[in-house]
């Protein structure tokens, strides 16, 4: 689902999925669970920065099996969901603004997790995976030259082309994430939301951000930034 517009006025969020929408990260479970000698050899250099996410990210897909797909898109459906999604999707219909999910995992996988909610989101980007063979093979309209799905490019593609100075002809957007795959898109945000290793890397960096362990504590911060009256976690 994709519904690219741009208005420089309105703000825009863009959010992570795997350990920021979902509780736990989905991508590794299924990973740890389907390939794990794989997994145990790539996360640690993942999360260490000494392996580019696009080539790290492919060897953990390229690693399973096609026939265990069907058991991928379970594990994602039994996975809970950060409290407060429902109630942040209501706030932001309130004020007219979009949610954007863009995952450095797999779409199907975000879908499965999503269940229903998946509608409430203007579009869903993340890598697509073709099972005919007879290990995965991952694609990626995003794919960049470091990350498998390149943030920065899907936040382009609604907010227009980057400036010259790098940064975008909205500064209204909005960041939420919580590991290495929103690095970039983290820093490069005016409003940044960050939880678990994400805090760290940008703590390294000297960026500012918001700290959230539900999505009742990003609606909150976000209806005092948009001078709104402060909401209670009951909605």
Not at 10 to 23: E, H, K
Not at 213 to 226: G, K, N, P
Request: glycine share 8%; proline share 5%; hydrophobic share 45%.
């Amino acid at each position: 689902m994709t519904n690219f517009s741009f208005d420089s006025q309105r703000p825009i969020v863009f959010c992570d999925f795997d350990g920021t929408i979902a509780c736990n990260d989905v991508l590794v479970l299924a990973c740890e669970a389907f390939a794990p000698e794989v997994t145990a050899r790539v996360m640690p250099q993942l999360y260490s920065l000494e392996l580019p996410l696009r080539v790290g990210v492919r060897q953990l897909l390229e690693g399973i099996p096609s026939d265990r797909y069907a058991d991928m898109l379970d594990l994602a459906r039994s996975q809970p969901l950060r409290p407060g999604l429902r109630e942040t999707f209501d706030f932001l219909d309130s004020r007219g603004v979009d949610f954007v999910v863009v995952s450095g995992g797999v779409c199907g996988l975000v879908e499965a997790a999503l269940g229903d909610l998946a509608d409430r989101a203007v579009g869903i980007h993340a890598a697509d995976v073709e099972t005919t063979g007879e290990f995965l093979r991952v694609r990626s309209e995003f794919e960049g030259e470091v990350e498998l799905v390149d943030k920065l490019s899907v936040v382009a593609r609604y907010l227009g082309a980057p400036l010259l100075d790098g940064g975008f002809a909205s500064d209204r957007w909005v960041a939420i994430g919580d590991s290495v795959t929103d690095l970039n898109m983290a820093l490069a945000a005016p409003t940044t939301f960050a939880r678990s290793r994400l805090k760290s890397y940008l703590d390294e960096r000297g960026k500012a951000y918001t700290p959230f362990e539900t999505f009742f504590d990003v609606r909150d911060r976000l209806a005092q930034l948009w001078r709104e009256p402060a909401l209670t976690a009951a909605g």
